[in-house]
């Protein structure tokens, strides 16, 4: 008999905030423009002169160089599509404008912010059949067939993408042949985590180890895409011998594990990472959450006198101090009604669906990640393209609940971010104590981690911090392979307290980051040596070839 494929969870928005704390925002709000009743009439004056001036045919206003919504010639072609982009763009810079002059401050400064881009980016005329000419010009053409289409993805992705509009065409890849591909091994596993040994590359390999830690929340394999794209293979072929952590997806039955079980698991796999290549340490590299996982798990080993084991730190997008969150949009969501509902339900649930994580990360951007989507599947009718990273962002995990409820405690009390210590089962974890040398990245753009909250790790680790600011995005900033795009990252002399103080004496540089990484890392793995004929040992043998059975799960 044919086994039914399961259908994902319909994907909901985490808890945003409750309708006591709405209340307040939009009461605060009011008491802001009472005491300042000229700044609404302002901007409401300051559209309507832009307004005629669109009008007159006399405007300059136009979409912002990244704005790709308004970009087909058929928007300038006609006289009332191009007042409508001007006017609609008049109305957004006045909105946004209004909301940042209000002086916010905290949760209230990204909830104002989030309901702004929501409302504003609603609005554009793009997302509206009737207002766009393309999509006008696209029913003439195909007799309205593309609509008949667009209705049909709709219906597929209610029924089979738990409600999230699909962004990628997943047919176009399959794991462990053209995402996650690099040759390896699993040659360790326990019921959280398999690690891979990848393959050598090289006739000499760097006798240190690396161990990169992803976020709990999403697959590995956005270290290890298509091969032009895969940091693993870049790693390998400079010589780094590579451990990947491959984290279970779990389901409701391992709702017990907590963060303290990820962090004993860790440290199971590191000593067999350190037995299987004969190092007495390892170096690590953690992404996101994965990132502060790994500050965690060596925070603990300094208060277990364990430290000696780890040579290096390097952190990607990872925010320590993760008060940083709230001036993002995504501070609308971590409220704390917000945090306590989504740990309520998750509790019942026995995990947190990787579907809903994904589906706030897409509403942070809607312009990009949920309107582009929405014109192109469902007004024209067309499939997404096939781009290896979104379908890795599509391929989310599940977090127990246990684990869950511990980073939602994190997030509401932002010990670790505070230079306060942080208590696990078996540790007080205090960061100040991780006296190893660490590589700190973070992204110009990046709409989740923000670059000036990534910057505060470096003061609050110990050793010796290395910052790199890319001019990218979250994920761009992870895949950001030497010789592609117009990459380039900035570097500075010093690290005052101050980011936007390091920022103004740092220097700009063109290229990618990893070529710079490659050369801090391998200054800090130890002498090369023969690379190993075969993987694992005798302790612990191969158990498969890579990518492994937990990230097919």
Same mark, same amino acid.
């Given at each position: 008999? &044919?086994?039914?494929?399961?259908? /994902?969870?319909?994907?909901?928005?985490?808890?945003?905030?409750?309708?006591?704390?709405?209340?307040?925002?939009?009461?605060? @709000?009011?008491?802001?423009?009472?005491?300042? /009743?000229?700044?609404?009439?302002?901007? @409401?004056?300051?559209?309507?002169?832009?307004?005629? %001036?669109?009008?007159?045919?006399?405007?300059?206003?136009?979409?912002?160089?990244?704005?790709?919504?308004?970009?087909?010639?058929?928007?300038?072609?006609?006289?009332? +599509?191009?007042?409508?982009?001007?006017? *609609?763009?008049?109305?957004?810079?006045? $909105? *946004?404008?209004?909301?940042?002059?209000?002086?916010?401050?905290?949760?209230?400064?990204?909830?104002?912010?989030?309901?702004?881009?929501?409302?504003?980016?609603? #609005?554009?005329?793009?997302?509206?059949?009737?207002?766009?000419?393309?999509?006008?010009?696209?029913?003439?053409?195909?007799?309205?067939?593309?609509?008949?289409?667009?209705?049909?993805?709709?219906?597929?992705?209610?029924?089979?993408?738990?409600?999230? @509009?699909?962004?990628?065409?997943?047919?176009?890849?399959? !794991?462990?042949?053209?995402?996650?591909?690099?040759?390896?091994?699993?040659?360790?596993?326990?019921?959280?985590?398999?690690?891979?040994?990848?393959?050598?590359?090289?006739?000499?390999?760097?006798?240190?180890?690396?161990?990169?830690?992803?976020?709990? @929340?999403?697959?590995? *394999?956005?270290?290890?895409?298509?091969?032009?794209?895969?940091?693993?293979?870049?790693?390998?072929?400079?010589?780094?011998?590579?451990?990947?952590?491959?984290?279970?997806?779990?389901?409701?039955?391992?709702?017990?594990? +907590?963060?303290?079980?990820?962090?004993?698991?860790?440290?199971?796999?590191?000593?067999?990472?350190?037995?299987?290549?004969?190092?007495?340490?390892?170096?690590?590299?953690?992404?996101?959450?994965?990132?502060?996982?790994? +500050?965690?798990?060596?925070?603990?080993?300094?208060?277990?006198?364990?430290?000696?084991?780890?040579?290096?730190?390097?952190?990607?997008?990872?925010?320590?101090?993760?008060?940083?969150?709230?001036?993002?949009?995504?501070?609308?969501?971590?409220?704390?009604?917000?945090?306590?509902?989504? #740990?309520?339900?998750?509790?019942?649930?026995?995990?947190?669906?990787?579907?809903?994580?994904?589906?706030?990360?897409?509403?942070?951007?809607?312009?990009?990640?949920?309107?582009? *989507?929405? !014109?192109?599947?469902?007004?024209?009718?067309?499939?997404?393209?096939?781009?290896?990273?979104?379908?890795?962002? +599509?391929?989310?995990?599940?977090?127990?609940?246990?684990?869950?409820?511990?980073?939602?405690?994190?997030?509401?009390?932002?010990?670790?971010?505070?230079?306060?210590?942080?208590?696990?089962?078996?540790?007080?974890?205090?960061?100040?104590?991780?006296?190893?040398?660490?590589?700190?990245?973070?992204?110009?753009?990046?709409?989740?981690?923000?670059?000036?909250?990534?910057?505060?790790?470096?003061?609050?680790?110990?050793?010796?911090?290395?910052?790199?600011?890319?001019?990218?995005?979250?994920?761009?900033?992870?895949?950001?392979?030497?010789?592609?795009?117009?990459?380039?990252?900035?570097?500075? /002399?010093?690290?005052?307290?101050? /980011?936007?103080?390091?920022?103004?004496?740092?220097?700009?540089?063109?290229?990618?980051?990893?070529?710079?990484?490659?050369?801090?890392?391998?200054? %800090?793995?130890?002498?090369?040596? $023969?690379?190993?004929?075969?993987?694992?040992?005798?302790?612990?043998?191969? #158990?498969?070839?890579?990518?492994?059975?937990?990230?097919? &799960?």
């Amino acid at each position: 008999m &044919a086994k039914t494929k399961a259908l /994902p969870p319909r994907a909901r928005l985490p808890s945003p905030p409750s309708r006591s704390e709405l209340l307040r925002l939009a009461l605060r @709000i009011l008491g802001r423009l009472r005491r300042n /009743p000229a700044l609404p009439i302002r901007h @409401i004056a300051g559209f309507a002169k832009e307004f005629l %001036r669109v009008v007159r045919g006399r405007s300059e206003v136009k979409p912002g160089a990244g704005d790709k919504r308004f970009n087909d010639a058929a928007w300038s072609e006609g006289r009332l +599509s191009s007042a409508l982009v001007q006017v *609609y763009l008049a109305a957004s810079q006045e $909105a *946004y404008a209004l909301v940042e002059e209000l002086e916010l401050e905290g949760r209230d400064a990204s909830a104002a912010r989030f309901l702004a881009t929501m409302l504003v980016e609603a #609005m554009a005329p793009s997302n509206n059949p009737l207002t766009n000419p393309v999509v006008r010009k696209r029913v003439r053409e195909t007799k309205g067939k593309n609509l008949l289409r667009g209705l049909q993805h709709f219906i597929s992705d209610q029924l089979d993408n738990g409600g999230v @509009i699909s962004m990628v065409d997943r047919t176009a890849f399959e !794991v462990g042949k053209n995402v996650a591909a690099t040759p390896g091994d699993v040659v360790f596993r326990n019921e959280v985590l398999e690690i891979l040994q990848y393959k050598p590359q090289s006739e000499q390999v760097y006798e240190i180890p690396l161990i990169v830690v992803p976020p709990q @929340i999403n697959k590995f *394999y956005v270290l290890d895409l298509s091969p032009g794209n895969s940091f693993v293979n870049y790693a390998v072929k400079q010589g780094f011998q590579v451990f990947m952590v491959s984290w279970r997806n779990p389901g409701p039955e391992l709702a017990y594990l +907590s963060l303290q079980h990820y962090l004993q698991a860790l440290e199971d796999a590191h000593h067999a990472v350190m037995e299987i290549t004969g190092a007495t340490k390892a170096n690590f590299k953690g992404l996101c959450a994965g990132g502060l996982t790994s +500050s965690i798990a060596l925070g603990r080993y300094a208060d277990q006198g364990k430290l000696g084991t780890v040579g290096s730190l390097t952190l990607n997008v990872t925010l320590l101090d993760v008060a940083g969150m709230e001036k993002t949009n995504m501070g609308y969501f971590l409220t704390p009604s917000g945090l306590e509902k989504s #740990m309520k339900r998750s509790k019942e649930e026995g995990v947190l669906h990787g579907h809903e994580m994904a589906k706030m990360f897409a509403w942070l951007r809607p312009n990009d990640l949920v309107w582009n *989507y929405w !014109v192109n599947n469902y007004l024209m009718g067309q499939k997404p393209a096939a781009f290896d990273v979104l379908y890795w962002n +599509s391929d989310a995990t599940r977090l127990p609940a246990a684990l869950h409820h511990d980073f939602c405690e994190l997030v509401r009390n932002n010990e670790l971010g505070r230079g306060e210590t942080y208590q696990v089962e078996d540790a007080t974890v205090d960061l100040s104590r991780i006296d190893v040398d660490s590589f700190v990245v973070a992204g110009r753009t990046d709409h989740i981690t923000p670059w000036d909250g990534c910057y505060k790790s470096v003061n609050l680790l110990g050793g010796e911090s290395t910052f790199v600011l890319v001019n990218s995005g979250h994920i761009q900033t992870l895949v950001c392979p030497p010789g592609k795009g117009k990459a380039s990252y900035q570097t500075g /002399p010093k690290l005052p307290e101050d /980011p936007h103080e390091w920022l103004e004496q740092s220097t700009s540089t063109t290229g990618s980051w990893w070529e710079l990484w490659v050369k801090w890392a391998s200054q %800090r793995s130890g002498a090369k040596r $023969a690379a190993p004929k075969s993987p694992g040992s005798a302790k612990n043998p191969p #158990m498969g070839a890579a990518p492994g059975e937990y990230v097919r &799960a």
